[in-house]
């Protein structure tokens, strides 16, 4: 809060070896804001997805190894006939099909020939990427808006509190004025209550146009530390300019266009999810059966291998998939009306952005000229009064309206900056 009041120096020309932030100084801290970190983190995952997806495609091989320790050994009856030519007909003997131990070592591999889901979902993870970055390109949009917005509030609201302290000056003369009047019997005492009345109304604005630079200075603070500027060096026309130069979109229609394409994509995901795939699996390694544990035995080791080519067919999927498809074709149809509507809406708020502006600016090119003429005339009116041509009332009547004509400008000139932004 200390530092809040070097935001005051815009307007002290003494202090031009302060530190200053200028708007586009303000506009260069967009990428160490937080939620553009954060966004720039998402397209970092959705661009690791993406490339775990491409590695699906590569031939998976991996390490495969077990010892075990079989505490009783499976046994299964077969036809006593099959080693026994003697034996009676239909006799049976429990033969046993391990060892005590038994072990595996080898290197399996799979690999995915065809399926007709992977390009698919490769897509998808890339639509997804895209709409990761729209998402930062909209947040930093609408980091740009709210920033300006909060700068040109610290701006208006310092010119504000310089207002109100310039006021309270040049009315503590008006005041020793008046006291001077009354002194020497030429002022009423109301006049002189009055101009008391007046003093104190000038600190309380005084003091509520510090507490506006406060909060104004706080707002800043969301988008930048604020703690060694001094002060701001972007003024209120400079600021229109900038503000109107910077190109602004509408990512509503992009972003309905991006999860059209999803649903289009899992529309055909539904349907190739009716096609077969096709894998090619492979395993070479040995295994090794003993009823003691000895593994450095190599006559007890065995050779162990296979080649297979497997096709998969998803039969039920041409019973059950025509909900999913009729759900699918739905939600694509619903994307296409919302983006009509969207584009529609959109064509009519550009109109209305351009009408806005221009009355804004009509407006505050009015209000500019007022504000003249209210200064002028508050100037003619102070004279006056110092003159003795004049009642108290009537000078402080004129100060009112000159502070009046003066928020209206400030008001107008924040209200062209958001419609500037928008």
């Not at 399996?108 to 990761?132: G, Y």
């Not at 009547?397 to 000159?402: D, G, K, T």
Request: glycine fraction near 2%; hydrophobic fraction near 40%; include cysteine.
């Amino acid at each position: 809060m200390r530092k809040v009041v070097t935001c005051i120096a815009l307007l002290i020309p003494l202090m031009v070896s302060a530190q200053s932030l200028s708007l586009q100084q303000l506009w260069e801290r967009l990428e160490r804001s937080a939620g553009q970190q954060q966004r720039e983190l998402e397209i970092q995952m959705r661009q690791a997805e993406l490339e775990l997806a491409r590695q699906e495609r590569l031939p998976m091989v991996y390490g495969d190894a077990n010892l075990q320790r079989n505490l009783i050994i499976p046994t299964t009856p077969v036809p006593a006939i099959a080693f026994d030519p003697d034996a009676a007909e239909g006799a049976i003997i429990p033969l046993k099909f391990s060892t005590k131990w038994s072990a595996k070592v080898g290197l399996q591999a799979e690999w995915q020939i065809f399926d007709p889901k992977q390009r698919l979902d490769e897509k998808e993870r890339e639509l997804h990427q895209q709409k990761a970055i729209m998402e930062k390109d909209s947040h930093a949009q609408n980091w740009r808006r709210d920033a300006t917005l909060a700068y040109a509030s610290v701006v208006l609201a310092t010119h504000q509190y310089e207002r109100a302290l310039q006021d309270s000056v040049l009315y503590a003369e008006i005041l020793a004025l008046v006291k001077s009047r009354f002194e020497a019997g030429r002022e009423s005492s109301m006049s002189y209550i009055e101009s008391q009345q007046e003093m104190e109304r000038k600190r309380i604005q005084l003091h509520e146009a510090w507490s506006v630079l406060l909060d104004a200075d706080l707002e800043l603070r969301k988008y930048m530390d604020t703690t060694e500027v001094v002060s701001l060096s972007t003024d209120m026309p400079e600021i229109h300019e900038m503000a109107q130069n910077i190109r602004t979109e509408s990512y509503a229609i992009k972003s309905l266009e991006l999860d059209r394409e999803i649903a289009q994509l899992q529309l055909k995901r539904i349907h190739r999810e009716r096609l077969p795939t096709v894998s090619l699996n492979g395993y070479l390694g040995e295994q090794y059966y003993s009823n003691e544990f000895r593994l450095d035995r190599g006559e007890e080791w065995f050779g162990n291998s296979f080649v297979n080519l497997a096709l998969r067919i998803p039969i039920s999927a041409y019973f059950t998939g025509k909900s999913s498809v009729q759900q699918a074709r739905l939600n694509t149809q619903l994307f296409d009306l919302q983006i009509a509507e969207e584009q529609k809406l959109e064509n009519i708020s550009n109109s209305q952005q351009t009408i806005k502006i221009t009355a804004a600016k009509q407006k505050l090119q009015s209000l500019e000229y007022i504000e003249k003429l209210a200064k002028e005339h508050a100037q003619a009116q102070r004279q006056a009064y110092e003159a003795g041509r004049l009642l108290l009332n009537d000078y402080n009547r004129s100060i009112l309206l000159y502070h009046q004509a003066s928020r209206d400008v400030w008001q107008a000139q924040y209200d062209l900056t958001a419609l500037l932004m928008e």
